[in-house]
Structure formats: structure tokens, C-alpha cells
């Protein structure tokens, strides 16, 4: 029962997964983006000249600049969604994602900051704050460069670990992500279009990522139990939670977090890349002996 239940998530993972990120899926979502970006600006300038009736007017910006926000999120919700459907890959490929949609997540608040500002541009109060954020964007966009070329040093064996299985139980994990991105994405624009504006739909789905992730943790170690294997795992989860943490933190501590994450991240895949499995497991079957590094 188990295994056809596994065998039919897989399939269904599988169809999904070829569908989205098929040529001609992409080629949609970038035209639904475009616009949606073009047809919220227009939005925009019909409600500054009055020209959208007065029970849309309220829930409508009155800054050009909300619709940059708008874009922003839409690619961000992508993001996510491609980190789900790497959840099967290895925890570095996963990993690799989520410092991607970091980097997004601080472009898309220098972009939020910029529907303060005054129509022609004429300066922010907000500037210091902006310049912080982009920065800490690139700096991660730099980190993730350095990680995807230590990771590669571990590509090979971090797929040699997974079992069809294995692979099969992270599928259906996925799905029920999945299902619960939608579900979550559904209720956020439910509440929106009623006026309310202070929810956090992108820290709700970090949050169950977190508990998907130890999940990984726990179906990873039946079949990868090695002491490397687990902390190197828990390691990852740790780096998504000081991620996670980051967005609800107080600015300038939320960049603070970020970059500390960052750094642990790519301190963690140096770690276990210099002392792979077969060192740490020489040590623990003879204390006398020194292997050469």
C-alpha cells in the first residue's frame, strides 16, 4: 500500500515538475509577469486620475512603485515554488535555492521602500536603508557563487546517497508543500482583496519549509545514519531557520542575520567538504590514527 501510495506521488511530482519547468511553461509565466507589471501600472494611473470606481479605488496604491513591488513578489512566489520542486534533489541543491530567494527577498524590500517615495523622485528618507539592503543582495549573490563551486566538489556523492525510495518519500513531501503553497497563496489574496495588507505569506511558507526540511532530516537518516551526513543535514536546516529568523528581525538586525547565515552556510560547506565521511570515519574506528589530510 505504502509503496504504490509512493510510486503514484512520485508520477504525479514527476508531471508536475516537467510541466513547470518546460519551455514554454517559463515562456507563459514571464508574459503573465510582464503583464500584470504593465497592467498595475495602468491601475495606478487610473486611480491618480480618478478613473477607477470608488470601491476599487480602496484597495488600489497610488504609487507607480507598488507595481514594481507587485513584479518582485510574483518572481519571489516562482522562487519559492522552484525551491519546492528541488525538496528530492540534495539538501546542497536546496540550499543553493534558498540563498537565491534570500538575495530576492532583500531586493524585493528595497523595492517596497521605494513606494514611499514622492512622484517625480525626489529623494528617501529611506535611502540608508535601500542602499543596505541591495548591498546585502549582492554580497549574498556573491556567497551563493563561492557555495555553487564548493558544492559541485560534492555533487557526485550527495547523489549517490539517495535511493529511489528515499528520492519517492521526498516527492510526496514536496507535493504536500505544494498543496499547501496554494492553499496559502489562495488565502492571502482572499484577505487582501478584503482590505487586510499586514500578512506574511512568504515567512508562513519559510516557517513550513523549516519543518519540512527537519522532516528530511529525520527520512534522511534511515537511510544516510552516518554522524557527516547528519550534521551536515541539520547543519542546512539550521541555515534556513537564522534565514527565516532574519525576516521577522528589526532592521539593520534582520541584514545582520542574512549575512551571518550566509557565512555560516558557506562555512558549514567548507566544513564538510575538508572532512568528508571516510576521514571522520577513520578517527572513530581507531583514536591512534592521524590521516593525512
Known amino acids: 500500500?505504502?509503496?504504490?501510495?509512493?510510486?503514484?506521488?512520485?508520477?504525479?511530482?514527476?508531471?508536475i515538475e516537467g510541466l513547470f519547468?518546460?519551455?514554454s511553461s517559463q515562456k507563459r509565466i514571464a508574459k503573465v509577469f510582464l503583464w500584470t507589471y504593465l497592467l498595475a501600472l495602468a491601475t495606478v494611473e487610473c486611480r491618480l486620475r480618478g478613473l477607477v470606481p470608488e470601491g476599487l479605488a480602496?484597495?488600489?496604491?497610488?504609487?507607480?512603485?507598488a507595481?514594481?513591488?507587485?513584479?518582485?513578489?510574483?518572481?519571489l512566489a516562482m522562487e519559492i515554488l522552484e525551491l519546492i520542486l528541488t525538496i528530492p534533489n540534495s539538501f546542497a541543491q536546496s540550499m543553493g535555492k534558498q540563498l537565491e530567494i534570500l538575495a530576492l527577498i532583500h531586493l524585493r524590500n528595497a523595492f517596497k521602500e521605494l513606494t514611499h517615495l514622492s512622484e517625480p523622485v525626489s529623494g528617501s528618507p529611506s535611502l540608508a536603508y535601500i542602499c543596505a539592503t541591495t548591498a546585502t543582495a549582492l554580497c549574498?549573490?556573491?556567497?551563493?557563487?563561492?557555495?555553487?563551486?564548493?558544492?559541485?566538489?560534492r555533487k557526485s556523492a550527495a547523489l549517490s546517497e539517495q535511493t529511489p525510495h528515499y528520492i519517492a518519500c521526498k516527492k510526496l513531501l514536496a507535493l504536500v508543500l505544494l498543496a499547501f503553497f496554494a492553499v496559502a497563496a489562495g488565502m492571502e489574496l482572499w484577505e487582501d482583496a478584503e482590505g487586510r495588507h499586514d500578512l506574511h505569506f512568504f515567512q508562513t511558507i519559510y516557517t513550513a519549509l523549516i519543518f519540512s526540511d527537519i522532516a528530511v532530516v529525520l527520512l534522511a537518516q534511515q537511510f544516510m545514519p552516518s554522524f557527516h551526513a547528519v550534521f551536515r543535514n541539520s547543519g542546512f536546516v539550521m541555515g534556513t531557520?537564522?534565514?527565516?529568523?532574519?525576516?521577522?528581525?528589526?532592521?539593520?538586525?534582520?541584514i545582520a542575520v542574512s549575512l551571518f547565515a550566509t557565512l555560516y552556510v558557506l562555512a558549514l560547506t567548507y566544513a564538510v567538504n575538508r572532512f568528508p565521511p571516510s576521514l571522520l570515519h577513520n578517527v572513530s574506528e581507531d583514536g591512534d590514527d592521524?590521516?593525512?589530510?
Open 21 to 23: 519547468e518546460s519551455t
Open 67 to 75: 507595481a514594481v513591488q507587485l513584479a518582485f513578489t510574483l518572481i
Open 140 to 153: 549574498i549573490f556573491v556567497a551563493l557563487g563561492i557555495y555553487c563551486r564548493m558544492a559541485d566538489m
Open 1 to 15: 500500500m505504502t509503496a504504490n501510495i509512493l510510486s503514484l506521488a512520485a508520477r504525479l511530482f514527476d508531471a
Open 58 to 65: 480602496r484597495f488600489t496604491p497610488t504609487s507607480h512603485f
Open 241 to 254: 531557520l537564522l534565514m527565516r529568523l532574519s525576516f521577522s528581525a528589526e532592521h539593520p538586525l534582520d
Open 290 to 293: 592521524k590521516p593525512e589530510p
